[in-house]
């Protein structure tokens, strides 16, 4: 079975200062990977997504992610946070099963930007 | 852009009564998942749909139930509720699974047991 770990419960970031948010995954082959981002009593935002091809992806709200496989890493980053980024942010594993799977969540990093 | 709808946003029930909740996906999209997520925690998947069949399933009680229905939309019946089951529940959906996978996530349903 799948699983991720971010390993940061809480980040505090000055605003217009760079971001990166941690996300390590476990599954047996290359999985879908996604990142989500949620504010309080809110759905679930998709911000970006890796499929296949190109490990760096960019994403939506400025927002990028590296895949790499061999630290089997797929970590979030910003190059300059805004105070409207605060949030709580999930990384998210699917399998590759060709089926309806559900996503596993990590745990969930709560970014707090301090003016 | 459609997104997915969910009701009702708000639900109090008291324990060992009956829920429904309703998913609405975007249009043209034929699978709906749902999640369940507890106070400060991560979203953990219930069950998923698939053109009207149950493909995957997760963590959800046997006291849970689901179905899609010939136009997509999607219910959870929740009996015997308790006091744990307060959450906040979660309806996404997503086309031609396997391909295009992103799973986009309803607005939510708050449940509240008392």
């Known amino acids: 079975a799948q699983s991720v770990t971010q390993p940061d419960i809480h980040i505090t970031v000055s605003e217009g200062a760079s971001l990166e948010l941690r996300c390590n995954y476990s599954y047996g082959a290359t999985p879908y990977l996604f990142w989500y981002v949620q504010s309080p009593g809110q759905g679930l935002q998709l911000l970006l997504k890796y499929f296949s091809g190109d490990t760096l992806v960019q994403g939506i709200k400025g927002f990028e992610a590296e895949f790499k496989r061999s630290q089997s890493s797929f970590n979030l980053r910003k190059p300059s946070v805004h105070w409207s980024d605060a949030a709580e942010y999930f990384c998210?594993?699917?399998?590759?099963?060709?089926?309806?799977?559900?996503?596993?969540f990590g745990k969930g990093t709560h970014l707090i930007i301090q003016p | 852009a459609a997104g997915v709808i969910q009701s009702p946003r708000h639900l109090i029930k008291e324990k060992r009564e009956t829920a429904t909740l309703k998913c609405y996906p975007i249009?043209?999209?034929?699978?709906v998942y749902w999640y369940q997520q507890g106070p400060g925690q991560d979203p953990q998947f219930l069950i998923s749909?698939?053109?009207?069949?149950?493909?995957d399933k997760g963590s959800i009680p046997d006291r849970f139930s689901a179905q899609q229905f010939s136009d997509y939309h999607s219910e959870l019946n929740m009996s015997s509720l308790e006091l744990g089951d307060s959450a906040l529940y979660f309806c996404?959906?997503?086309?031609?699974?396997?391909?295009?996978?992103?799973?986009?996530f309803g607005p939510g349903t708050r449940l509240t047991v008392t």
């Open positions: 996404a959906s997503s086309s031609r699974p396997g391909q295009t996978y992103e799973q986009y």
């Open positions: 249009p043209r999209h034929d699978t």
């Open positions: 998210a594993v699917g399998a590759r099963g060709g089926g309806a799977d559900g996503l596993t």
């Open positions: 749909f698939y053109e009207k069949m149950q493909s």
